[in-house]
T-cell receptor, first 114, second 110 residues
């Protein structure tokens, strides 16, 4: 089955701890993205990567870090510097197959920091 | 003007009704548009892509008005399962970042 997987579905951490969220895709997509969604809010872009070993900051990158060592994987680390880390985190990927660039999303990780 | 604007709703409509909502965008370079639906506490799922003046897929029709810079989504014969939030995404090409609208919430009532 082709798709995007995120793990875990729910994650609980204590304040001050770094936490890494996993995102893997087997769609052979070039680009991958991380978004954050707060209750009743839209999606906000954290980081995105167009190619392996390269990534760009999105609109709210402060307090987050990413790596893209493999095409299939784009993990997101939420550091202790992120002031309000509790949110729903969504990973997406896209490809330009056929000239289209639609983004496809994983099921998300709900992070709660107390 | 915001990059993408959507009426948050909620739009409460009876089953079988036709409902339409608009999405206005500010970037005139936007070439394509995507509509996603997002169920409560779930990920967005691609509903429709629009690359020209519009697109139709079953009960769903998207129409683009480039002069006024908005795109509409029309849903005919609404089903209870259509209840969701509909997100609009203008796209101007490449792997650059996109801006998702905050969405319009639709509630179909029995």
């Amino acid at each position: 089955d082709g798709g995007i997987t995120q793990s875990p579905k729910y994650l609980f951490r204590k304040e001050g701890q770094n936490v890494t969220l996993s995102c893997e895709q087997n769609l052979n997509h070039d680009a991958m993205y991380w978004y954050r969604q707060d209750p009743g809010q839209g999606l906000r872009l954290i980081y995105y990567s167009q190619i392996v070993n390269d990534f760009q900051k999105g609109d709210i990158a402060e307090g987050y870090s990413v790596s893209r060592e493999k095409k299939e994987s784009f993990p997101l680390t939420v550091t202790s510097a992120q002031k309000n880390p509790t949110a729903f985190y969504l990973c997406a990927s896209s490809s330009n197959t056929g000239g289209t660039y639609e983004q496809y999303f994983g099921p998300g990780t709900r992070l709660t920091v107390t | 003007r915001k990059e993408v604007e959507q009426d948050p709703g909620p739009f409460n409509v009876p089953e079988g009704a036709t409902v339409a909502f608009n999405c206005t965008y500010s970037n005139s370079a936007s070439q394509s548009f995507f509509w996603y639906r997002q169920d409560c506490r779930k990920e967005p799922k691609l509903l429709m892509s629009v690359y020209s003046s519009g697109n139709e897929d079953g009960r769903f029709t998207a129409q683009l008005n480039r002069a006024s810079q908005y795109i509409s989504l029309l849903i005919r014969d609404s089903k209870l399962s259509d209840s969701a939030t509909y997100l609009c995404v203008p796209f101007s090409g490449g792997y650059q970042k996109v801006t998702f609208g905050t969405g319009t919430k639709l509630q179909v009532i029995p």
